[in-house]
């Protein structure tokens, strides 16, 4: 149990108009209570109310998992598959003083159980995943120190992976290698999306079977875990050589990413830092294929608080930490992608986590 | 495309009281169409209305591969990062005449996507995982066909693995042994529950550290995907010397899985299924400890309809297809699950998947 954020959490509930939150299994659940129990179709969850109780709701077959797992203080309820799982559920909601009552989900919340559940409590449920990226978005000393790790584990998989990359190789291949590297290192749960050629102009292509081939652009977007927290980066080098517009396009990207990476200080006015590079891109008229926004916070989940992009009008704060990821994508043609993680340190200071070369790179035919 | 099966879900759709039924990626959204994108937290999905016309809405950056993996008659609608995702499906719900209207939501959709989309749109969202699960809940032929394969792929695993079974290896050592075996014989997305001692005791343990060690009982619990259908099947061997009381409480559930197993035939009413099973537990007083359904339907997915429970009040009907998995769960002390897939083919006969042994076995020490 992570006293120090459960405490956040219910100083965040007191504040907003909720009764209650519930934080289905996910990285959520288990940056508060270490908790990670194996997902089915069967509803469970952690319900906390603002005055600080929480208890568990799970199938009889969690059951004793989630006793063993969550604090004393935290009681478990359970029902049996030859029950109606909201039947059960129904009385421990009045129990609790929670029927009809305002409560939040979290993101890994599914559809299906909260319209099953609110049809016979009459809660009414809210979005409540800004209120809990709200309570992780500024990562203190030790989860910086990971987040430091994270990143040099998937910076030196590259740097191992890099003279390896060659014509000829399935993209598969550089994604084992990638990956193999990034565990060989202590990373885990690590994954590389790879995309060569036509491919990379789909931001998210992830089909692995495409052979490189010379010419080739290769987007490599990879990252790991280091005791929870994530890295994630991106790096796109040219496969035996390089056209005189990719070279024109890949140095422009360059300028755009490094602009925007180093607008992201303290303070900074979040929308700006998107639009630094989206002017810098409008250059050569190569603004258009930047199709998405610039970057995401990262910490216990690749993608939380705070977005960098243009709705997203506050500041940056110390403590926050972030991906800067323009990318230029020309669907069924080519794309390339360079992301660094940043932090704003807890001295105010901005620190560019990744530190494996970016400046354009052609592989070995 | 799956026409056949489209063509089910808005016969289905037509018969229900939602003008439209939201599908998110899912095991659901590839087996009707053959897409399968990458998932993050941006908000995706298929919308099928009942008179079977349909389009896609997701961001920008999955949508030239939308429109490359469905077919044209479906448009695909984006939003881009930088603008707020409810602000453009709006006009395009009301475009579609949605707006307002009554809108089903498959087993992916994330409660806090439909609790920004209820608020902006006034659509009402019923849980319509059950419509799709009827869709497919008796198999064709050819899918019959495939859950034979990926049964048999999975018994010759099993088969493959037992002899190389013995005291001092880890849990994760079987599992990576059954999981390559399922592999190096053409099943994709293997995966495997080892449970060995007294974890075997949590239905759903997977932590794969603990070493075997003589007189435990083993529970694995695994499966593969051939052609996008599933196999899942456990076994429980003793390692190295088994008690008298774990000997004859296996027979028990021998017995119980078998007789439960006999009775599952076309017509058989389901609740009976389940009940048969726990009145031969409870010779020995055991059946308290058979703490979950004796069984699920199985197919696109590991768990699908019909669900072999008390609750579900039907009966066995040509094509279908489940599983049998009777067990004893004592948390702390030990467990043991028997589970095969058993089938009601096209003509009426009751068909058992799984053909790898299940009379007792002692591993080598």
Redesign the interface.
């Known amino acids: 149990m992570n006293h120090f954020y459960f405490q956040k959490l219910t100083d965040l509930l007191k504040q907003s108009d909720l009764d209650a939150i519930l934080i289905c299994p996910s990285e959520e659940l288990s940056f508060l209570t270490g908790f990670s ?2 997902v ?2 069967r509803f469970q969850g952690l319900f906390v109310k603002r005055d600080g109780s929480a208890f568990y709701f799970c199938n ?3 059951g ?2 989630a006793v063993h797992a969550l604090p004393e203080s935290i009681p478990v309820f359970t029902w ?5 799982m909201t039947e059960v559920l129904l009385p421990v909601l009045e129990k609790m003083q929670l029927s009809g009552k305002s409560i939040g ?12 559940i609110a049809e016979k409590s009459g809660c009414n ?5 800004s209120l809990l990226e709200e309570v992780r978005i500024c990562k203190t000393a030790e989860e910086l120190e990971c987040l430091r790790k994270a990143a040099s584990i998937a910076d030196e998989a590259y740097c191992a992976v890099l003279p390896r990359i060659h014509a000829g190789l399935l993209e598969g291949d550089v994604r084992d290698m990638l990956v193999s590297e990034m565990e060989r290192r202590g990373g885990t749960d690590a994954g590389a ?1 790879v995309a060569s050629g036509p491919n990379a ?6 089909q692995y079977s495409r052979q490189l081939s010379t010419g080739d652009c290769l987007i490599m977007d990879f990252g790991c875990l280091f005791h929870g927290l994530h890295s994630d980066m991106t790096r796109t080098v040219f496969i035996g050589s390089v056209s005189d517009r990719q070279r024109q396009l890949y140095q422009l990207l360059l300028k755009a990413q490094l602009a925007a990476e180093s607008s992201a200080v303290e303070g900074a006015f979040i929308p700006d830092i ?1 639009q630094q590079a989206r002017t810098i891109l409008s250059e050569e008229n190569v603004d258009q294929y930047f ?3 610039i970057g995401h916070g990262i910490g216990y989940m ?2 939380e608080a705070p977005y960098i ?3 997203n009008a506050r500041k940056l704060e110390k403590g926050m930490c972030f991906s800067i990821e323009p990318g230029i ?1 020309v ?2 043609e080519f794309g390339m992608r360079i992301e660094d993680i940043v932090a704003i340190n807890l001295e105010g200071q901005r620190e560019v986590l990744n530190q494996a070369p970016k400046e354009l790179f052609i592989t070995a035919e």
Chains 1, 2 share one sequence.
């Not at 102009?201 to 992830?206: E, F, L, Q, R």
């Open positions: 129990p194996v089915c179709e009889l077959l969690t004793d998992e049996f598959d030859n029950e109606t989900v979290n993101s890994s919340t599914k559809a299906f159980h909260l319209l099953d449920f809210q979005n409540a995943v999306l102009g789909y931001p998210h292509y992830c998107d199709t998405t926004r690749t993608h992009a243009k709705w994508y669907p069924g």
